[in-house]
């Protein structure tokens, strides 16, 4: 019997994961009815991953009411996956830009202290094996705002708490662990992080990812000059130098808050992903692998779904076609990297917003055209 494995990304704005996956197989089946298909939703680490691995391991979200970026109250989630003991975290979920206005945008205040209080929560649900996205911060802290929820004290001079956000680090004087939560020397926590950025300096998480937050002119260096100072001081009390670590400078400096208190491995959010979802024994007898994107171009092949599903898929041989919403500049290159066909969803000319609206049809419609052209291949 002929086995196909679909495995794509989400199509974002339009459907996830798990609903690209089901519409592909949709056009399969109008084509094989004796046929074996699994559809395992993928994501790469970012925005989606959470509701792409509950999906796939049949878990569920969890609503959890936190403090945003700029303390106030946020109505957050993450994921328990379907082994009952796995956490999923998006910290844009807690502490992204999507949740400040564009006029309130200052990483001189923002925090990652709900961050934080996701971790927390998911501790306090009998996680002990923690998965955390690192992407789209509204954050300049450095993560000292996450360790802060979960116990630790960041203090100055005078023994006084430095308050929040990335403009406090410059009173940072004393690093208190003593209280931090226990249980998370017994947690297994990995971070999702596609940057290998450090923590200061030219590369580093204020100078490159700043200005999408709201740091210009001065902030800019003091900001810099801050991390910089909190790196110094971490050092100096936990014996850890995060200052040069790749990836240190992901969201804000969370990455390297992360290795800092926590222990952090940090890896490619594909890897992560295909690891959780044990997409390999899925694929080691399969036929065909059909994966996707709502965009495909030359960056694909910097992590992103496709790219990693096509990796996966090579080690064994298989034949891998990817259907996507749009086919973007140079996407030829991912012909070199495992990919062997792609496919665009579209049938004629039309606007985004009609080919969002009937993504589902139309995705159903070019799987269809894929398996009739994959089942005369093998007929020659």
């Not at 339009?14 to 197989?25: P, T």
């Not at 979920?93 to 934080?116: F, H, R, V």
């Not at 936990?238 to 969201?251: H, K, V, Y």
């Not at 064994?316 to 665009?344: C, H, R, T």
């Amino acid at each position: 019997m002929m086995k196909v494995v679909i495995a794509p990304d989400s199509f974002k704005g339009s459907l996830s994961a798990k609903d690209v996956a089901e519409n592909i197989k949709i056009g399969i089946e109008r084509v094989y009815k004796d046929i074996e298909i699994q559809c395992i939703p993928m994501a790469d680490g970012g925005e989606g991953t959470v509701q792409s691995l509950v999906d796939a391991t049949g878990g569920r979200i969890i609503s959890a009411k936190v403090m945003g970026p700029l303390l106030q109250e946020v109505d957050a989630f993450y994921g328990m996956l379907g082994d009952g003991k796995t956490a999923v975290i998006e910290m844009a979920a807690a502490s992204g830009l999507p949740l400040i206005a564009e006029d309130q945008k200052n990483p001189m205040i923002t925090t990652t202290y709900g961050t934080g209080e996701l971790i927390k929560h998911a501790l306090d649900m009998g996680c002990r094996e923690i998965i955390i996205g690192i992407g789209g911060s509204a954050t300049n802290d450095g993560g000292f705002g996450m360790a802060k929820a979960l116990g630790v004290k960041f203090l100055d001079q005078e023994g006084k708490d430095i308050g929040h956000g990335g403009g406090s680090l410059s009173k940072l004087y004393k690093i208190d662990t003593a209280e931090m939560d226990k249980r998370i020397g017994a947690c297994k926590i990995t971070a999702a992080c596609d940057v290998d950025n450090p923590l200061c300096g030219a590369r580093g998480a204020t100078y490159i990812f700043g200005p999408q937050k709201g740091a210009k002119g001065e902030m800019l260096e003091i900001l810099d000059k801050n991390l910089q100072h909190y790196a110094e001081v971490i050092k100096a009390t936990l014996g850890i130098d995060i200052m040069n670590c790749p990836g240190a400078g992901a969201a804000g400096g969370l990455g390297g808050g992360l290795m800092a208190f926590m222990n952090v491995t940090l890896q490619k959010g594909i890897d992560i992903v295909i690891e959780t979802v044990k997409l390999e024994t899925y694929m080691k007898d399969a036929d065909l692998v059909i994966t996707g994107e709502g965009m495909m171009d030359y960056q694909t092949q910097y992590g992103k779904t496709p790219y990693g599903v096509a990796k996966a898929a090579k080690k064994y041989n298989i034949p891998v076609v990817a259907l996507v919403g749009q086919i973007g500049k140079n996407a030829a290159v991912l012909y070199e990297m495992g990919i062997d066909s792609i496919f665009s969803l579209v049938d004629g000319p039309m606007p985004l917003k009609e080919a969002i609206d009937r993504g589902a049809d139309l995705l159903q419609d070019a799987a269809e055209r894929i398996i009739r052209l994959y089942k005369i291949a093998h007929k020659i």
